[in-house]
């Protein structure tokens, strides 16, 4: 480990400038990331004080196929981009986890009750602060009801999963900043989930915590301590880096490919569109989804969709429709075929077919429209800004690429692949409609979450 000071200066000397490459893969952006990294030394330095410090970095995440097929044990298709968030952190002594992120308050878990810490120190209390803003005074990683939702609740879960797989912890310090938006429909909540449990893996675990286990902890974290319903793509996709394909047919022990897919070399770019649509009260529309597939397996005795035979599913279509109804009989109809698609896909990257790929592309953001329905809030006929902003991209593009939902849905974000020579008329054209750096044109990378400089 390096003081701030002496990290500051191997950063603006270009000592670390090829790890940094490796990253963000634009030397025109290596400038930009020094900067951000030196900030984010000097934050952290301000905050805790100069001490050895380690720097880690955790990507974003783009949904390429498998729109929704996840939680039903499906296959996906996904990558890892080039925006990331970054934590500055060095160890402690006392067993406390203190974690500013840039612009919210200072959050601080301990990792053990206070009666031990007191009784081990023969000190009083000696850990506790109290009265101090956006301090914890917590005795345990149990969870807590009232941090569901907030970013103190995906902490805890991810030091808390950790914790009971039997991962060393301690105490540490860590300041965070991330380009990776919320909301942006590349998934910074996973994002934060795998930097956390990078920076234990790398701290006290010498870095050996599978990418695996820091993803299924995360997801355990959203799902169990955030109070929020996901499958596992966002968190592998993060963990894992690169472009991904992943069967969960067995989620526990999910079975993972690297598909070596040269975009740019294809002429193609990631382009990421935020159509500033509120996710606010979609919760329920997102947890619907699974719910009513669930339901359809449950006809035939089963957990989830992919335990159900599709010949068996569509004899029993007339029944289904009347013991679930019409939207959850479409949902599953998209769940079928989005899960071979997703085959197709990853068939068609391995053979360099392009055209192929991009067609297959189109068909799942069709099949997210018509069958998933998860464009739009179907009692909401005001507010539709993904709706708009595929068909603006449709108009647009017309043979230049491609487009469909992106993630979750409802709101949020619409991705597109578009042939080189059309990005910048693309991009232009997205963000007359939905304001200037609306339009986020990504590149996919290579690492999941890694520790930058250690």
């Known amino acids: 480990m390096r003081t701030g000071k002496k990290l500051t200066a191997e ?73 990331d968030a970054i934590a500055v952190a060095g160890r402690v002594d006392e067993p406390l986890v203190r974690i500013q992120s840039e612009g919210y308050k200072l959050c601080e878990i301990r990792l053990v009750p206070w009666q031990r810490v007191a009784e081990a120190t023969g000190a009083k209390l000696v850990y506790m602060y109290p009265g101090k803003a956006g301090r914890l005074t917590l005795d345990e990683l149990d969870k807590k009801t009232r941090e569901e939702g907030t970013t103190k609740g995906l902490i805890r879960g991810v030091l808390a999963g950790l914790k009971q797989q039997g991962y060393k912890m301690g105490g540490f310090c860590a300041y965070i900043t991330s380009d990776v938006l919320s909301g942006s429909g590349l998934s910074s909540s996973a994002t934060f ?81 935020d159509t500033k649509g509120s996710h606010a009260g979609l919760t329920h529309e997102y947890a619907q989804i699974p719910v009513e597939m669930k339901q359809i397996a449950a006809h035939f005795g089963k957990n989830v969709l992919r335990e159900v035979e599709e010949k068996d599913f569509y004899a029993a279509l007339p029944v289904l429709c009347k013991e679930s109804g019409d939207r959850a009989v479409l949902r599953a109809i998209h769940f079928f075929a989005e899960d ?6 990853v068939n068609a990257l391995r053979a360099g077919d392009w055209n192929r790929f991009l067609k297959l592309v189109k068909e799942s953001g069709d099949s997210s429209y018509k069958y998933l329905q998860n464009v739009y809030v179907s009692h909401d006929t005001v507010s539709e800004p993904v709706a708009i902003a595929l068909a603006v991209s449709e108009r647009t593009l017309a043979d230049k690429g491609v487009c469909r939902v992106h993630g979750g849905g409802f709101a949020g974000t619409i991705q597109a692949f578009v042939k080189e020579a059309a990005v910048l ?9 939905f304001g200037a750096d609306s339009c986020h044109v990504l590149k996919i990378r290579r690492y999941g979450g890694i520790r930058v400089i250690g």
């Not at 050996?208 to 997801?219: D, K, S």
């Not at 301590?225 to 394909?245: E, H, N």
């Not at 071979?340 to 896909?345: A, C, H, M, S, Y």
């Not at 008329?425 to 409609?433: R, T």
């Open 11 to 83: 950063i603006l000397s270009g000592k670390w400038d090829e790890a940094l490459k490796k990253l963000y893969m634009d030397n025109q952006k290596i400038q930009q990331q020094k900067k951000r990294y030196v900030k984010a030394v000097a934050s952290y330095c301000e905050i805790f004080g100069e001490m050895p410090v380690e720097i880690y970095s955790a990507p974003g995440r783009s949904e390429v196929g498998g729109n929704h097929t996840d939680h039903q044990h499906g296959r996906v298709l996904a990558a890892s981009v080039s925006l």
């Open 193 to 273: 989930e795998t930097l956390i449990g990078t920076v234990v893996s790398g701290l006290y675990n010498h870095a050996e915590i599978p990418a695996v286990t820091i993803a299924q902890t995360g997801r355990y974290a959203e799902n169990v301590y955030f109070g929020k319903p996901s499958g596992l793509m966002d968190q592998m996709a993060c963990a894992i880096g690169g472009m991904v394909y992943i069967d969960f047919e067995n989620e526990e022990k999910p079975q993972i490919e690297k598909i070596d897919a040269d975009f740019e070399k294809a002429g193609l770019t990631l382009c990421i569109v």
């Open 340 to 345: 071979e698609r997703v085959v197709k896909e």
């Open 425 to 433: 008329d693309y991009k232009n054209a997205m963000e007359a409609v």
